[in-house]
Nanobody, 119 residues
Framework: VQLQASGGGLVQAGGFLRLSCSVRISMHSLNAVGWYRQAPGKQRELVAKNIVGGSTDYADSVKGRFTISRDDAKNVVSLQMYNLKPEDTGVYFC??????????????WGQGTLVTVSS
């Protein structure tokens, strides 16, 4: 398993959770790191994504509340989630990808961690 996500749980609206993704791939080889989520009955959607050396994008619904970060020394990608809302409920997946010469983009997904926000 290349990615291992953790930190999900049940929290009340307005609360805080920090998700962590342990990455078993060289952090220096990564092109992008990110988090996606899938709510019940909905398609997977981007939450936050950072292009190494480039921009960081957030879903409009989480801007100002969520922050993605990475710790290369610890091989961890984190997502800090403040002021959680019931609509943030879903399974959260960590994501990384590499640009491989002659191959293109190779992506990796974690197994998902469930976040439930009660009202």
């Amino acid at each position: 398993v290349q990615l291992q996500a953790s930190g999900g749980g049940l929290v009340q609206a307005g609360g805080f959770l920090r998700l962590s993704c342990s990455v078993r791939i060289s952090m220096h080889s990564l092109n992008a790191v990110g988090w996606y989520r899938q709510a019940p009955g909905k398609q997977r959607e981007l939450v936050a994504k950072n292009i190494v050396g480039g921009s960081t994008d957030y879903a409009d619904s989480v801007k100002g509340r969520f922050t993605i970060s990475r710790d290369d020394a610890k091989n961890v990608v984190s997502l800090q989630m403040y002021n959680l809302k019931p609509e943030d409920t879903g399974v959260y997946f960590c994501y990384v990808d590499q640009k491989l010469q002659g191959i293109g983009i190779r992506d990796y997904w974690g197994q998902g961690t469930l976040v439930t926000v009660s009202s």
